[in-house]
T-cell receptor, first 112, second 113 residues
Framework: QKEVEQNSGPLSVPEGAIASLNCTYS??????FFWYRQYSGKSPELIMFIYSNGDKEDGRFTAQLNKASQYVSLLIRDSQPSDSATYLCAVNGPSNTGKLIFGQGTTLQVKP | DADVTQTPRNRITKTGKRIMLECSQT?????MYWYRQDPGLGLRLIYY???????NKGEISDGYSVSRQAQAKFSLSLESAIPNQTALYFCATSAGGSSHEQFFGPGTRLTVL
């Protein structure tokens, strides 16, 4: 089992729809969870982080964390073609070592 | 000006050559990291450093070495480049402590022929 798993996609949604991106992790001791957006050929850009169970909203983005199920998700409301990118889920490494473990990323395509 | 810079941005080299990739940051962060990214494999950690005197191997350190010349500078070397080291390389920084957020440089695209 990979430490951080994401469906590689591509996930295709129409413009204006809600895109739901999912991530599971294996280390129950993980405390910090991050979503990065990466456009093709560019560097990852942090868009959301969440530390506590529940939802965290920032504009069109909502991160959801369920530690009991070891599951973190990212919802993008009113998806735009400019949201088309790869979304990387990252989880802080075991024993809070300061390392992040990245999933392989989910490619999102928003079609006009 | 970018907070995290990498040089060169693109490099083509031949098998067996020694290559150095450089990373500089103006964020004042203590922690620096080197990753490589390959299609379908996500980001994999090569080396990381929590301060000038602290260097740690990541999951794929074989064939690589690093030097932390100063708080702001962290370089990655390929002593004898091989074709399967062709990849996109990213440097990242973080503040440390309770903050695990990492901030990435623009990347170096390395091709080994």
């Amino acid at each position: 089992q990979k430490e951080v798993e994401q469906n590689s996609g591509p996930l295709s949604v129409p413009e204006g729809a809600i895109a739901s991106l999912n991530c599971t992790y294996s280390d129950r001791g993980s405390q910090s969870f991050f979503w990065y957006r990466q456009y093709s050929g560019k560097s990852p850009e942090l868009i959301m982080f969440i530390y506590s169970n529940g939802d965290k909203e920032d504009g069109r983005f909502t991160a959801q964390l369920n530690k009991a199920s070891q599951y973190v998700s990212l919802l993008i409301r009113d998806s735009q073609p400019s949201d088309s990118a790869t979304y990387l889920c990252a989880v802080n490494g075991p024993s809070n070592t300061g390392k992040l473990i990245f999933g392989q990323g989910t490619t999102l395509q928003v079609k006009p | 000006d970018a907070d995290v810079t990498q040089t060169p941005r693109n490099r083509i080299t031949k098998t067996g050559k020694r290559i150095m990739l450089e990373c500089s940051q103006t964020k004042g962060h203590d922690r620096m990291y080197w990753y490589r990214q390959d299609p379908g494999l996500g980001l994999r950690l090569i080396y990381y450093s929590f301060d000038v005197k602290d260097i740690n191997k990541g999951e794929i350190s074989d064939g690589y070495s690093v030097s932390r010349q100063a708080q702001a500078k962290f370089s990655l070397s390929l002593e004898s480049a091989i074709p399967n080291q062709t990849a996109l390389y990213f440097c990242a920084t973080s503040a440390g402590g309770s903050s695990h957020e990492q901030f990435f440089g623009p990347g170096t695209r390395l091709t080994v022929l």
